[in-house]
C-alpha cells in the first residue's frame, strides 16, 4: 500500500524502534500519531519532530486505551492505520526468586493490550477506503534467548495471532503486516535486557526503519530485516547456539 497521506497510530512511539518508524513514516508525508505511558518522552520526541502528534495512554489500562480509541474516533476519524510497536523484555530465571516479577506487565504490553487495541479500533478502521495493521514481532519469536522467556513467548503468540488476523481480515480488506526486527539499539528491557544480545552486532533504529519502510511499500506482509530473515528461516534450530553462552 502507498506509504503517503495516510493517518497512522504508532503505539510506543516516543522512543527506540517506534520512534524511528514514526519519524520515517512523517518524512512520507502522512500524519502520525504517537502514544505511550511517558508525557515527558513524549514530549521530547515532538521537539525533535515537530509534526507529530501525541497522546499520552497506557494500551494496557482498558480506561485509558477506550478513552484513546474515543477521541480518535471524535478528532481524527480518518486514522487508516495501526502500528503495534509497545513492548517491554524483562530477564527471569525460574531456578530464583523474583521469577514471576513484573509477568502481568509484559504478557499486557506484548499481547493482550494490542489484542484488545486492534478489536477496539477495527470499527474504525473498516471504515476506510484502505487500511492496514502492523503488529511488530521479533526474531527471538523463532529462535528464543532462554533467559528472556515470556518475552519470547509472547513475541512467537503474536506472530500466531497475526497469521490468524490476516486470514480473517482478508475480506474486509485490512492488510495485517508483521514486522520482524532483529536485535536493534533499543532501551529494550531498561539495562536487563538478554544476556545474549550482548555479543549480537545491534541494528541502530533508523536502520531498522528504513529498511522496514522499504518492504511494507513494497506490500510484503512479513517484514525480515537483518538477522530476523535467518531467525525465522532456522528457527529453534539456532537455540543451542545461540543459548551455549
Avoid at 479500533?121 to 528472556?148: C, E, H, T, W, Y
Avoid at 511499500?217 to 534450530?237: F, H, K, P, W, Y
Wanted: hydrophobic share 45%; glycine share 8%.
Amino acid at each position: 500500500m502507498s506509504l503517503t497521506a495516510n493517518t497512522i497510530l504508532v503505539t510506543g512511539g516516543a522512543t527506540g524502534i517506534g520512534f524511528a518508524l514514526a519519524r520515517g513514516l512523517s518524512e512520507r508525508s502522512n500524519s502520525v500519531i504517537i502514544c505511550g505511558r511517558n508525557e515527558h518522552a513524549l514530549r521530547k520526541a515532538r521537539a525533535q519532530v515537530p509534526a507529530l502528534i501525541t497522546r499520552v495512554c497506557d494500551v494496557t489500562n482498558p480506561e485509558s486505551r477506550r478513552s484513546m480509541v474515543d477521541w480518535l474516533n471524535a478528532d481524527h476519524p480518518e486514522l487508516n492505520i495501526l502500528v503495534n510497536n509497545a513492548g517491554v523484555q524483562h530477564r527471569r530465571n525460574f531456578n530464583e526468586d523474583g521469577a514471576l516479577e513484573h509477568i502481568d506487565q509484559e504478557v499486557a504490553v506484548n499481547l493482550t493490550a494490542p489484542i484488545s487495541l486492534i478489536a477496539e479500533i477495527l470499527p474504525l478502521l473498516k471504515r476506510q477506503p484502505q487500511a492496514a495493521i502492523v503488529n511488530v514481532s521479533s526474531g527471538l519469536a523463532f529462535a528464543p534467548m532462554a533467559d528472556v522467556p515470556v518475552y519470547c513467548a509472547t513475541k512467537a503468540a503474536i506472530h500466531s495471532f497475526t497469521l490468524s488476523l490476516r486470514h480473517q481480515l482478508k475480506a474486509a480488506g485490512i492488510k495485517v503486516v508483521e514486522m520482524v526486527p532483529p536485535i536493534v539499539d533499543t532501551g529494550l528491557g531498561g539495562g536487563a535486557r538478554s544476556k545474549g544480545t550482548a555479543s549480537q552486532q545491534m541494528m541502530l533504529p533508523e536502520d531498522f526503519a528504513k529498511d522496514a519502510l522499504v518492504q511494507w511499500e513494497n506490500g510484503q506482509d512479513e517484514i525480515l530485516v537483518g538477522m530476523s530473515v535467518n531467525t525465522r528461516r532456522q528457527g529453534e534450530a539456532l537455540f543451542d547456539r545461540m543459548n551455549s553462552r
